[in-house]
């Protein structure tokens, strides 16, 4: 059995990734590892085959005994240890959550129903580095699936509504700690008139007191229409990935460009997305449906109508499942090319832990 490391099993993705093995038994093909960086020594999480005392993530000969490595403890860590893995002559496979090596030639991004098959290639060629992809591209390529693979698109624009999640545990948390201020102020004064308390509530959520340490802004009855770093072309970095990471995971012969707004929203762990997609060609609107409800298990056709739309395509149904539902399929007015759609889905699932995980159980 593969010997397998596991860094960073603690935290949000690394939690998910865990609970999800563990339903899918995938502990029982491997023998398990746990590394951290705090918890050196103590007892490790009991699993099958796993080894009892947690190792250290800063331990390079420990770490060098392993054959995967997998690793959701984030962008520094990778930056520090994979080049002092890889220089120490490790020729291991690693996986891993965080961006940095994505954009490497040498590393594979992986979404195991989009791209299996680059993915065996890529094993079979020898590659060691797989890299989970940026959630909300994940998340667009499993919806749009059906319509890459037959060639139908020109361009996408996508419009996020993304998760607080997808900043972080303390970010989810901020986000409730901030409600949860909010509503104590109605609480205090439930006689107050709708205007008198918007006035009240927009000079608390103001206010230095406001808990935002983390967002740096209330997302508490707001939005924020900045991800990530700024890049010289006045994108956001999340908007930026959108389209280098897609090309990637596709391996598109020409570049499809993929572009628009990033946001954070009050959502908890889904991100969705308002696309607008141009056809190749005109298609009709019934072949477009089922291209993209036959493309892969996951995603799911929402027929565009209100009450199917508001019952399954929310944050609030799609949450902590791996179905990617895509709605609001239709013609646009702006010209018989031009689609419209909507899609959610669970970033710390498909977004983030599970196409590590699939990539896990195909190297084992
Ligand atoms: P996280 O929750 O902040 O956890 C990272 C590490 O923080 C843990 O492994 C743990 O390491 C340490 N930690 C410190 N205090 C902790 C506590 N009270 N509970 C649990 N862990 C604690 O990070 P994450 O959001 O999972 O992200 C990990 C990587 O995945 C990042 O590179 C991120 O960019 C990427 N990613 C995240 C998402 C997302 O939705 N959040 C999506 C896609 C990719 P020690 O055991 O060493 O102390």
Redesign the pocket.
């Known amino acids: 059995m593969k010997k397998v490391g596991f860094?960073?099993?603690?935290?949000?993705?690394?939690?998910v990734l865990m609970e999800r093995m563990g339903e899918e038994k995938d502990f029982l093909k491997m023998e398990s590892y746990f590394f951290?960086?705090?918890?050196g020594g103590e007892e490790a999480p009991v699993v099958a085959n796993g080894y009892p005392k947690v190792l250290s993530?800063t331990d390079l000969k420990e770490l060098m005994k392993m054959d995967i490595l997998v690793s959701?403890?984030?962008?520094e860590f990778?930056l520090e240890m994979h080049p002092a893995l890889r220089n120490s002559g490790w020729k291991g496979y690693w996986i891993d959550?965080?961006?940095t090596l994505r954009m490497k030639s040498d590393s594979v991004i992986i979404l195991d129903p989009v791209n299996r098959h680059i993915i065996q290639d890529s094993i079979s060629k020898g590659m060691k580095d797989f890299i989970?992809g940026?959630?909300t591209v994940s998340l667009m390529l499993i919806a749009l699936h059906g319509l890459f693979k037959a060639d139908l698109v020109e361009w996408v624009s996508s419009m996020t509504y993304q998760a607080a999640?997808?900043?972080?545990?303390?970010n989810m948390l901020e986000l409730l700690a901030q409600m949860q201020t909010v509503g104590n102020k109605y609480g205090a004064n439930p006689a107050l008139g709708a205007l008198e308390m918007e006035k009240e509530v927009n000079s608390l959520i103001a206010s230095d007191s406001f808990p935002k340490a983390n967002f740096g802004h209330p997302l508490a009855l707001n939005i924020l229409p900045w991800i990530d770093s700024e890049m010289p072309n006045g994108q956001s970095k999340e908007e930026w990935k959108a389209q280098v990471e897609a090309n990637k995971i596709l391996q598109t012969q020409k570049e499809i460009p993929i572009d628009g707004t990033c946001i954070r929203v009050g959502a908890l762990?889904c991100h969705s997305q308002a696309m607008t997609i141009k056809l190749t060609k005109s298609v009709e609107l019934a072949t477009v449906e089922s291209l993209i409800a036959e493309a892969n298990p996951w995603v799911k056709l929402i027929p565009n109508n209100k009450a199917e739309t508001l019952k399954k395509l929310t944050p609030a149904s799609v949450s902590g499942t791996l179905n990617i539902p895509i709605g609001r399929v239709r013609k646009m007015t702006l010209g018989d090319q031009y689609l419209n759609a909507f899609t959610c889905g669970d970033?710390?699932l498909w977004?983030?832990a599970e196409p590590l995980r699939c990539t896990l159980r195909m190297l084992v």
């Open positions: 860094i960073g099993w603690r935290g949000m993705v690394g939690s951290s960086t705090s918890k993530s959701c403890q984030g962008g990778t959550a965080a961006s989970g940026n959630c999640s997808g900043a972080g545990a303390k762990r970033q710390l977004g983030a």
